[in-house]
């Protein structure tokens, strides 16, 4: 089997999607299976160990750039000389011709549900793509059973069509010792128990929200922690920053902005909750991380989270600011349900693996091609 994978986003990219490209090709050279791989990546990764260099890979530099308005069609040119029986596109995007068959993976459909959430440019881009990318796909993989529905019932797209593989967390991730946490947590100036947050700064993510019921914790004194934020700046997020400044926060609000991965285990362990009271999100894979972590977490009831979380975490509804600081009270204050989620999140996370990723994705490409 002839398989092209689309690894250009990992050059572009520190998002979810770029772990997920690496961490799939990472898995895939552990599997046993009869497959000829050829990873199509950016020119301008020069070596860069960003993707894995196995020898059963053949590495194709590609010049055309992800999220190109005319990638479609100039990617089509440059890999029809490959004759690939399959290409696999992790962005869900895949180019017009050069290949038989075709797989994509949809992460999430947050722009049809929240187009305000996002820029012009970008809401172009997604619209105009997303039904044709599922119609012109052989088959559509889906990071989970939310994402599923959502492409049932939006894009009238076939059940049979679509396959749920859910996704995990890297291996970095797990519990680390108060020691070694408390130690990471210094460099940044932090003392461990502080409510935390992960995620790309932007309106879904419903940081705002999360800013209110903090405020609501102080006041209650509840925690004297700072509320830890790290992610970069998405699209629209001068809100988060002007909310912060209207409610007085901004001597409680810590921004941490390009952590290094080496970090972010520390980070989590340190934390005595993570929030993530999205209003949407195709997986929510700084959930699982911190559980992975033995980090107690409050999601929101929305989309995939219930699913990634299950009976492991508390659920809020992320409209409800009082709802969001009553949960994030009961993990800070509460030491026996402290230990409760730590034991639960834990036992969840270890469900979710990597290998199952490869093996469940694997399985998908045999059956297209059969």
Known sequence: ?????????????????????????????????????????????????VLPSSVD???????????????????????????????????????????????????????????????AESRRYYNEQIEWAVEQADHILADSHATKTDLVSLLDV????????????????????????????????????????????????????LLLAYRMLLDQGATSEPLVLIG????????????????????????LHDVPDADLPGLYSAAGVLALPSFYEGFGLPALEAMSCGTPVVVANRASLPEVVGEAGLLVDPEDPEEIARALKRVLTEQSERDRLREAGLEQAGTFSWERVARETFAVYKEVLN
Request: hydrophobic share 40%.
């Open 1 to 49: 089997m002839r398989i092209g994978i689309d690894a250009r986003i990992a050059h572009y990219s520190r998002g979810g999607i770029r772990g997920y490209v690496v961490h799939l090709l990472e898995a895939l050279t552990e599997l046993e299976g009869d497959a000829d791989y050829h990873i199509l990546r950016s020119r301008k990764d020069h070596g860069e160990p």
């Open 57 to 119: 890979f053949c590495h194709v530099p590609c010049w055309t750039p992800s999220h190109h308005r005319l990638e479609r069609w100039a990617l089509s040119v440059e890999i029809a000389r490959l004759r690939l029986d399959l290409l696999h596109s992790p962005d869900f995007i895949p180019p017009a011709f050069g290949y038989s068959h075709s797989v994509i993976t949809v992460h999430d459909l947050n722009f049809l549900y929240y187009p305000h959430f996002l820029t």
């Open 158 to 209: 076939a059940p049979d069509k679509t396959t749920v593989v859910h996704l995990a967390a890297d291996p970095s991730f797990r519990p680390l010792s108060e020691a070694a946490a408390r130690q990471v947590a210094t460099q940044y100036g932090l003392d461990p128990g502080y409510p935390l947050f992960v995620g790309t700064l932007e309106p879904r993510k419903n940081v705002p929200g």
């Open 232 to 255: 970069g700046k998405g699209w629209l997020y001068e809100e988060i920053f002007g909310r912060a400044e209207a409610l007085d926060l901004s001597d409680h609000v810590r921004f």
